[in-house]
Nanobody
Framework: QVQLVESGGGLMQAGGSLRLSCAAS????????VAWFRQAPGKEREWITA????????YYADSVRGRFTISRDNAKNTVYLQMNSLKPEDTAVYYC??????????????????WGQGTQVTVAS
């Protein structure tokens, strides 16, 4: 029922910045927990960050903490991922994901039941 559409991916130089957007439809964003994942070739899908719909809580993986920021604009039904100080190892397909209610965790792909199509981010050295 929830549709997610990502945009903003592209090719950047190391040290640069990029902002990804995830537009949600089908349900108000204010009712959704949202996360970003990424998947590099030959690697498992990696959780990056999550934001809870209540309380404004955000959580980050060690690999991106201090460089990436998740934010949400409920009025626009859009979640953003601001990526700064990009590194070549950030190269991956980035996905946004959403769920209405968490069960036992928030950092695994199975925690989410709605996914975007993915957008490629390539960071050149």
């Amino acid at each position: 029922q929830v549709q997610l559409v990502e945009s903003g991916g592209g090719l950047m130089q190391a040290g640069g910045s990029l902002r990804l957007s995830c537009a949600a439809s089908g349900r108000p964003l204010s009712t959704l927990h949202v996360a970003w994942f990424r998947q590099a070739p030959g690697k498992e899908r990696e959780w990056i960050t999550a934001t809870f719909w209540s309380g404004g809580a955000t959580y980050y993986a060690d690999s991106v903490r201090g460089r990436f920021t998740i934010s949400r604009d409920n009025a626009k039904n859009t979640v953003y991922l601001q990526m700064n100080s990009l590194k070549p190892e950030d190269t991956a397909v980035y996905y946004c994901a959403a769920v209405r209610y968490y069960r036992t965790s928030y950092n695994r792909p199975d925690d989410y039941d709605s996914w975007g199509q993915g957008t490629q981010v390539t960071v050149a050295s």
